[in-house]
């Protein structure tokens, strides 16, 4: 059975289970919500880090959902790039920068890469006393902080400061805008029950009243 569903007129609506236990009305499909919510949760507990990667995964979920089912399905660098340049707006980054900073972060554990036109890239988190986002600022090689030059911390050249919560955002804000316009599209709503989320009552018949993540 799928999720509860809510008309609101011509749009559609899923009753979702707000964590303070109550209903609430969203035009976002449960199972995509799944995923954007434990984005949330993770900025709510400062793993900012986590937050980050599973943000930069989405754009490759949303470009696979298009996909037809009947075939086979496969993420790609070009695939990630033109979602990413259809449905998100910064400033300093395409979506093909936004795919060689996922490639780096899910993949070697950094924010960098070979072809990147930034020399680093940096997230502020919200406890920072620094204020900045989608910025680019150019560090001379002399420059010195607490008394390693800029070349020593990898900081010489063009570094582009990013806040991890409002880059997080804009991610899941384009994704549930992008959702919300794919309502009874085809392969969208074919792909959407196989997506990958915390089922507190289960799968069945594999799993029934145990809590499973499938």
Request: net charge neutral.
């Amino acid at each position: 059975m799928g999720p509860p569903k809510a008309e609101e007129g011509s749009v559609n609506a899923w009753l979702v289970l707000a964590r303070d236990g109550s209903w609430r009305v969203d035009q976002v499909r449960p199972e995509l919500a799944a995923i954007l919510h434990e984005i949330e949760r993770a900025i709510e507990a400062k793993l900012y880090y986590v937050a980050i990667a599973v943000a930069l995964s989405v754009p490759d979920i949303c470009a696979c959902l298009e996909c037809n089912p009947d075939e086979p399905i496969w993420a790609s660098f070009d695939k990630y790039a033109a979602w990413c340049d259809a449905n998100i707006k910064f400033q300093n980054l395409d979506g093909a920068d936004l795919a060689r900073l996922r490639g780096g972060v899910l993949h070697q554990g950094h924010f960098g890469h070979p072809k990147s036109k930034f020399n680093r890239v940096l997230f502020i988190g919200p406890e920072s006393q620094i204020k900045s986002h989608d910025v680019v600022m150019s560090v001379a090689d002399k420059v010195s902080f607490g008394g390693m030059s800029a070349t020593e911390l990898r900081l010489a050249g063009k570094v582009l400061l990013l806040d991890a919560v409002q880059f997080c955002q804009t991610i899941m804000d384009s994704t549930r805008k992008w959702v919300i316009s794919k309502n009874g599209d085809t392969f969208v709503e074919r792909n959407l029950p196989n997506l990958v989320r915390y089922r507190p009552n289960g799968l069945p018949p594999f799993s029934v009243g145990v809590p499973t993540i499938a």
